[in-house]
């Protein structure tokens, strides 16, 4: 590399003849989730996790859904914050989270600060989440392994040409790394986002469904996850369900034993069930709620679930009382529920100088209470969590600054305030990528 050249993720350079991370705890705003927005429907259901997003990705997908802060050159400076590893680990344990989540971008170009943050994670005893593409080095993931919990990694597809043309990637180096996880013995789940009329076919559910059965093992969970159009892909369609569906029932057929659909709302393909047919946990978008478990087993027959980590989500507190009487002197914000827009992001900062507070609670619901530290800067997610909840409300104490933005499905950025414009329901949210 020439003096002053960066490498492809944008976050690398050579400065004086030394590699520098110009990256390293800079971050989208630290945000408050729910596990199952990264695709883990096996571990700890129902958890709350604090997600943390950098900038630069060592991918370059045409379809990527988080293109303002994945590629380094699109930033805009108010996407990004600072954070040392001290912070984000009082930050969690002082609103009770038990699990810090690595995602967004993608974590492998921050490796830094992920190292450090979740060893000192570690040492206060939450658990750390690695959502990744994992086009990263057998070294590198040597280094995770020990600090890492639970591994999310998005398997694109099984077409070398994929790789190359759509992310700019390399497919052997990303499936050497789901084998190494696997042979570690660290929690594992699989996503594959199917591209409509790109990757939602008969023939790529079997090759990814095929890796895992002679590769992996046919108990690791299989999303199958609804495309919607973003970044230099907007020229499409959401996946057809029914595409999701087939692939699902082939790798089923197949003899994958956990197949579930990812972004999708109102379908049984997102609840688990036991081999006995009863229903364990119960789930409507990213919101889960056991309903047959006794520990990690069946309530009916006993059989193991598959399902670990439950003493995280047992001892998880929520996020306030769950019994408060209505704000009279709070600010109410009212925001509907409208096509596929079921989630948002509320970011909120106290700007006085003492403890003020936060509540919400889906309309018509009780209140729960989120307590902010003098000077705290703050973001969550609300989701629709039923068929007939049409909204959320948000109420907000003097002293407090806000802002709401609507995000599809899981999480992702970028976002848009939601006074900056209407959102198209089932295409794409603003801004868009700009050629």
């Not at 002053?4 to 945000?31: D, I, M, P, W």
């Not at 591209?195 to 969970?221: C, G, K, Q, Y």
Request: glycine share 8%; net charge neutral.
């Amino acid at each position: 590399m020439r003096p002053t050249q960066l490498g492809f993720c944008g976050v690398r350079g050579n400065h004086e003849g030394r590699l520098v991370s110009y990256n390293y705890g800079k971050s989208v705003h630290a945000t408050e989730e729910m596990i199952e927005t990264e695709a883990v429907y096996h571990y700890a259901p129902g958890s709350r996790i604090l997600s943390m997003g950098n900038i630069g990705c060592m991918m370059n997908c045409a379809y990527c859904h988080n293109w303002k802060t994945s590629q380094s050159r699109q930033v805009s400076d108010s996407d990004v914050h600072y954070y040392t590893p001290q912070e984000v680990v009082a930050r969690a344990l002082r609103h009770g989270i038990r699990v810090l989540s690595w995602t967004y971008n993608d974590p492998v170009v921050w490796h830094e600060f992920v190292m450090e943050t979740a060893t000192l994670a570690k040492q206060h005893g939450l658990i750390n989440l690695y959502k990744s593409a994992f086009y990263i080095s057998e070294q590198a993931i040597a280094e995770l392994i020990p600090v890492i919990d639970i591994f999310s990694l998005s398997l694109k597809s099984m077409d070398p040409a994929y790789y190359r043309k759509l992310t700019k990637g390399e497919l052997a180096p990303v499936l050497a790394g789901i084998k190494q996880v696997h042979r570690s013995g660290r929690h594992l789940e699989l996503s594959n986002l199917m591209i409509t009329d790109v990757s939602d076919d008969e023939a790529s559910a079997r090759a990814v469904a095929r890796f895992m059965l002679d590769e992996l093992d046919a108990s690791i969970p299989l999303h199958f996850v609804r495309f919607h159009p973003d970044y230099q892909m907007t020229d499409s369609v959401r996946t057809p369900i029914p595409r999701l569906e087939h692939a699902r029932t082939v790798a089923l057929q197949m003899g994958m034993r956990h197949v579930y659909l990812g972004n999708v709302y109102d379908h049984d393909a997102t609840h688990s069930t036991c081999v006995c047919g009863a229903r364990l946990v119960e789930r409507y978008g990213m919101v889960a709620r056991g309903v047959g478990l006794n520990g990690s087993r069946c309530a009916r027959c006993g059989a193991d679930s598959g399902i670990r980590g439950l003493d995280v989500a047992a001892t998880s507190p929520g996020s306030g009382e769950p019994q408060l009487a209505e704000p009279s002197a709070l600010r109410v914000i009212d925001h509907l529920w409208y096509g596929d827009l079921r989630s948002l992001h509320v970011q909120v900062r106290n700007d006085d100088t003492v403890e003020r507070q936060v509540r919400h609670r889906p309309l018509g619901g009780t209140w729960r209470v989120i307590r902010l530290e003098p000077g705290e800067s703050h973001r969550f997610i609300l989701a629709k969590s039923s068929p007939g909840e049409t909204g959320v409300a948000v109420a907000i104490e003097t002293g407090i600054s806000s802002s709401l933005h609507e995000v599809f499905d899981r999480a992702h950025f970028p976002t848009v305030a939601r006074e900056a414009g209407t959102l198209n329901a089932d295409v794409s949210p603003l801004p868009a990528f700009q050629k």
